[in-house]
């Protein structure tokens, strides 16, 4: 295996020189040193790295470089090594600029020059980086391929699939050159796809997401049948009742049916996050999260469907869908809410991964270069997309319902979408109609004013309309209001639900002792990522209360 590299990044020829002789000299035996003397050839390096599938454990740059900044460089080389843990070299006067690129690039550390001795100042910084980033290395680039359609819902799921668990991937038409070779290589033909092609040669024909993600090295099996604490669901509710549970030694699992972050993981840009002033991807922001878990012991299993929950003695015990089982002394329920389809406009749930998507997509926005992009719906999830989407399409278009984005829209959000000329907003706007031909051609759109009707052509569709618990497979089981969303602690007993076991539900509790609901799925609660994850802190801490005292 090639050495993981260091790179350095510094204008100054003298501590360009400086910064590698004591990197090599230090750890020259198990890593490649790399040296570059701007953010310009710093990238060029970085990406034959790529190409070449090695690995970039730790990268260094110095702030004050002409042209780009050590900042503007650590932003961009995120794009290429993203878990690669990032230093800025700054002078005493720059030390502004070091903890505003806490938030803007996720900065691990930042060092004062000159840093001598380097026994002292640089190499326990770079060791502690250094068992930071093997604890959680970039998986080889390139290794798994996908051979399918470009118009395919199931090639669709799987890149997003691999996109959304940060698998690296490369994606080929059965009919382009390597996607044929692909194919003939593995004995396939283009009757059965997609086809997923691991690192090691081996063809996954029309596969499970549970068959991709034990091949690309996701944990999908638990490893004991009893735990502390189950969470079910992985958005930012579900990873903060994780973290904390593992932080404060809950023996913790977190079960996940797609990809941990939930919706909140494909938002583009969350900017209301407390503590990110200049903003954040959900991506960056929920796998953050979700390395802080494992890091406290917490048990991660990616794509396993639970179906049901039930009490045995004295545990809660969840079924999957395989018909397995685990147990735990408490859980946290922590599933979300799933966009509303349009299952009644005629012609559309035809085309859903064909060209219409319910969420954010983030693995087509490429494919919408100079294309015109329709996004449904007038909240901040459709309004983060638009603003995504706008970065590569030629033309959006958000059709809301409504007179204006001001009833559900945060005001920051509406001022970005004003300022941008290729963004159209047509209010009292509802797609009454879709057609094509194996995948989405045109759409019928009605001004709900005076019920005028247009055809319009469009590929692509994304819709970010109302929000569906997803509690229906505990229908029966624990008690839930009129729109499906799970009742618990003041409301559980303001309903007269009765639980059976003589006392008033904790704040969080739900109708059967000992279950938790966080975040979305609950009823009543604030639908914004920062309210999910305090609940899920919370619930860790009302999981306590409840071992203590039963």
């Known amino acids: 295996m090639p050495r ?12 360009s020189r400086a910064v590698a002789r004591d990197l090599r000299r230090e750890y020259g035996e198990h890593h490649r040193i790399v040296r570059a003397d701007s953010g310009e050839a710093a990238l060029e390096a970085l990406r034959e790295i790529a190409l070449r599938g090695e690995q970039v454990a730790v990268i260094l740059a110095d702030q004050r470089m002409p042209r780009m900044s050590g900042v503007e460089f650590l932003e961009r080389a995120m794009d290429l090594f993203p878990r690669a843990r ?12 070091a903890i505003t690129a806490i938030n803007v690039v996720d900065l691990d550390h930042y060092l ?23 604890r959680a290395p970039d998986r080889p680039t390139t290794d798994t391929r996908v051979v399918g359609h470009r118009w395919s819902a199931r090639s669709y799921e799987l890149r997003d699939l691999l996109a959304r668990n940060q698998v690296p ?4 038409l059965a009919d382009d050159p390597e996607g044929a070779r692909l194919l003939e290589a593995a004995g396939c033909d283009a009757e059965r796809l997609p086809v997923v092609v691991t690192g090691d040669g081996r063809a996954l024909v029309e596969p499970t997401d549970a068959e991709v993600a034990e091949q690309v090295g996701l944990s999908t099996h638990a490893t004991a049948e009893l735990y502390d604490l189950a ?58 999260a979700r390395r802080q878990a ?54 559309l749930t035809t085309y859903a991964g064909e060209g219409v998507f319910y969420g954010a997509a983030t693995t087509e926005a490429p494919s919408c270069t100079d294309e015109t992009v329709y996004v449904v ?39 970005q979408i004003e300022g941008v000329e290729h963004i159209e907003v047509r209010t009292c706007t509802e797609v009454v109609a879709a057609e094509g031909d194996g995948h989405l051609e045109k759409l019928t759109l009605r001004d709900r004013r005076d019920g005028s009707e247009e055809v319009v052509d469009a590929q692509w569709l994304f819709v970010f309309i109302g929000a569906r618990p997803r509690t229906d497979w505990l229908d029966g089981t624990l008690e839930r209001d009129d729109r499906g969303f799970l009742l618990t602690g003041p409301d559980l007993a303001r309903a ?33 990522v920062a309210s999910a994850v305090g609940e899920g802190a919370m619930a860790v801490s009302l999981v306590h209360r409840w071992l203590e005292n039963r």
């Not at 991937?169 to 080929?172: A, G, L, M």
């Not at 999957?320 to 009644?344: K, N, W």
């Not at 719906?377 to 033309?395: E, H, I, K, L, P």
């Open 4 to 15: 993981p590299v260091i790179l350095t990044v510094d204008d100054d020829p003298g501590v």
């Open 86 to 97: 990032r230093v800025l070299l700054t002078a005493y006067a720059d030390t502004d600029a």
């Open 112 to 134: 004062l020059k000159p840093w001598d001795p380097p026994e002292e100042k640089l190499y326990p910084v770079v060791d502690q980086l250094l068992e930071a980033w093997r």
């Open 169 to 172: 991937f490369r994606f080929h």
């Open 231 to 288: 969470v079910v669901g992985g958005g930012p509710g579900g990873l903060g009742a994780a973290v904390y549970g593992g932080s404060e030694g809950l023996r913790t699992v977190l079960v996940e049916s797609l990809a941990t972050g939930g919706q909140a993981g494909t938002s583009s840009r969350i900017e209301n996050y407390l503590g990110f002033p200049d903003g954040v991807s959900g991506s960056q922001l929920t796998d953050r």
């Open 294 to 347: 494992v890091k406290f012991g917490v048990e991660v299993l990616t794509t396993r469907t639970v179906t049901g929950l039930g009490i045995r003695g004295g545990v809660r015990v969840l079924t999957f869908d395989d018909g397995s089982e685990i147990a735990a002394h408490a859980v946290v329920l922590a599933t979300g809410v799933s966009y509303r389809t349009l299952d009644d406009v005629p012609g």
């Open 377 to 415: 719906g007038g909240a901040n999830s459709a309004g983060q997309a638009a603003m995504n989407f706008a970065r590569y399409a030629r033309r959006v278009v958000m059709l809301v319902r409504g007179q204006s984005l001001g009833a559900s829209m945060s005001h920051y959000l509406i001022e």
């Open 496 to 528: 007269g639900e009765g639980r059976g076991d003589g006392r008033e539900p904790l704040h969080l509790e739900t109708s059967l002792p000992g279950v938790f609901a966080v975040g979305d799925v609950r009823g009543g609660s604030v639908k914004r």
